[in-house]
């Protein structure tokens, strides 16, 4: 799941690879593939997780 969802990332910023340095392109796909994640298994944010235990 996590190599398809990585090959899908790289290949909608193929278009940007040439622009940018080998490690930022590295850090923008991990950070592409924590967003996807979160929004796949519904992880609540800091602010809300702080407000879900506060109640």
Known sequence: MLA???IEIDQ???NKKKNVSAQRYEETV???MDDKLVDL?????????IGE???
């Not at 298994?41 to 602010?47: C, G, M, N, Q, V």
């Open 4 to 6: 398809k969802m990585r």
């Open 12 to 14: 909608s910023l193929q």
């Open 30 to 32: 991990a950070q592409r």
């Open 41 to 49: 298994f519904a992880i609540p944010s800091f602010e809300d997780w």
């Open 53 to 55: 235990l506060s109640n």
